[in-house]
């Protein structure tokens, strides 16, 4: 069972950010499991990248291409999941929520274009009366402009750090870029906050190769 306070990760960029959580996962998490799948995990990790950009050199270096493009495809193509059990993608929950034809990014570009100062830009992926099998991962995002830079706070109860959480990264950067663009403001902040931050057993030492290569993330 894990155990200990929270943990606090902050980075340039996304890829840094992958890997330094992955670091701390190594170093400081927990025996846990996800479903019968044996994990190391930390419990509430607070991730914050000053410079969230998704074109990350960190990620193309050492990412899963496969891995990118099944996330890519989650993000932007309405239909359903069949990995994850036929589930709604993220891009259905974000761009037809609940099916119902409501496009969540677009009322909240269109909040932050009438009122730039508005504090209550905030969206779900969880559509709890159809959601009893599968909880998407990554349920809430959050944005507001601050000092004229548009920043996206994201709330996870999972994130797998082997092989998933780098393509989360990228997603949500490209979402916070293309927000900020048609708001008008440059790109800020990507915090996300996860309650769950994990590695699956099977990938632990494949994380901890791509830690020695990586010389401006060094294993701690």
């Known amino acids: 069972m894990s155990s200990g306070g929270p943990t606090s990760v902050r980075a340039r960029s996304i890829g840094g950010a992958w890997l330094s959580v992955a670091g701390r996962i190594l170093t400081d998490g927990s025996a846990a499991r996800w479903g019968s799948q044996p994990t190391r ?10 410079h969230p950009v998704p074109e990350d050199p960190i990620i193309a270096r050492f990412a899963d291409p496969e891995r990118l493009a099944w996330m890519h495809a989650n993000f932007t193509e309405r239909s359903p999941v069949a990995e994850l059990g036929d589930a709604d ?8 929520y609940a099916r119902m034809g409501r496009d969540q990014v677009a009322w909240v570009i269109e909040r932050l274009q009438a009122d730039p100062g508005a504090r209550d830009a905030t969206i779900t992926t969880f559509q709890p009366l159809t959601d009893s099998s599968y909880v998407p991962c990554v349920s809430l995002l959050d944005f507001w402009v601050e000092d004229a830079r548009l920043q996206l706070a994201v ?66």
């Open 89 to 96: 993608s993220y891009a259905i929950r974000l761009y037809d």
């Open 41 to 50: 995990e930390l419990l509430r990790v607070t991730i914050e990248v000053d």
């Open 155 to 220: 709330y996870a109860h999972s994130i797998d750090f082997g092989t998933k959480g780098y393509a989360n990264l990228v997603e949500l950067a490209a979402l916070q870029k293309r927000v900020a663009a048609d708001c008008g403001t440059t790109v800020g902040r990507l915090t996300m906050t996860v309650k769950s931050a994990h590695l699956y057993d099977t990938e632990l030492g494949l994380m901890a190769g791509i830690l020695a290569q990586s010389p401006s993330v060094p294993p701690e």
